[in-house]
């Protein structure tokens, strides 16, 4: 058990437009979910954490208002980049954890955007 | 300062030949975890190994093992009999306190295995 999807896996869009990414936990009742961003042979940063119906924490130096994330059930959070720059192409890494204090996140396989 | 320092931006290994990829951290919480991740080609990140601070022994998980050295704020991850499999970028991470959220990654160390 403890898998987490993506949807879509890659997306192209153009700049300007919005475009939305799903993380789901499917077979888990997942807390807390992460999003993270991953630049070409980097290492992934952290952009935000979301508990299920609250407020999502934004990481220093990350655009609450471009990157706007729910997370309206224990099994679905959402990333909306909104009037998505070519800057903004990038991989996108969600995250799950069942409960607090639990030491494992399971990883989403990762979203490939690209902002033409 | 960083909190996970990955010395080693690429490594290669002879196929069936053991690998250790460094891991040092930084901090100051007495509760922490250790982790180890890979990352194919294809992006996904898998979990291989897992450490916590106040764990005696070493963890070991298959052909991974995970070197803990405390006291020099170490947690080395030994790759045993590497398989061509192998080939991907490890990542080290850091959970800080019981309740943490934030995971601290290191750049990653990308391991290339030789036939």
């Known amino acids: 058990g403890a898998v987490v999807s993506q949807h879509p896996s890659w997306v192209i869009c153009k700049s300007g437009t919005s475009v939305k990414i799903e993380c789901r936990s499917l077979d888990f009742q997942a807390t807390t979910m992460f999003w993270y961003r991953q630049f070409p042979k980097q290492s992934l940063m952290l952009m935000a954490t979301?508990?299920?119906?609250?407020?999502?924490?934004?990481e220093q130096g990350v655009e609450k208002d471009k990157f706007l994330i729910n997370h309206a059930s224990l099994t679905l959070s959402t990333l909306t980049v909104t009037s998505a720059h070519p800057e903004d192409s990038s991989f996108y890494i969600c995250s799950a954890r069942r409960w607090a204090g639990a030491y494992e996140q399971y990883f989403g396989p990762g979203t490939r955007l690209t902002v033409t | 300062a960083q909190k996970i320092t990955q010395t080693q931006p690429g490594m290669f290994v002879q196929e069936k030949e053991a690998v250790t990829l460094d891991c040092t951290y930084d901090?100051?919480?007495?509760?922490?975890?250790l982790f180890w991740y890979k990352q194919p080609s294809s992006g996904e990140m898998i979990f291989l190994i897992y450490q916590g601070s106040y764990d005696q022994q070493n963890a070991t998980e298959g052909r991974y093992s995970l070197n803990f050295q405390k006291a020099r704020k170490s947690a080395n991850l030994v790759i045993s009999a590497s398989q061509l499999g192998d080939s991907a970028m490890y990542f080290c991470?850091?959970?800080?306190?019981?309740?943490?959220?934030?995971?601290?990654f290191g750049t990653g160390t990308s391991l290339t295995v030789i036939p």
């Open positions: 901090t100051s919480d007495p509760s922490y975890g």
């Open positions: 979301s508990n299920e119906g609250s407020k999502a924490t934004y």
């Open positions: 991470a850091m959970r800080e306190g019981q309740l943490g959220n934030q995971f601290y």
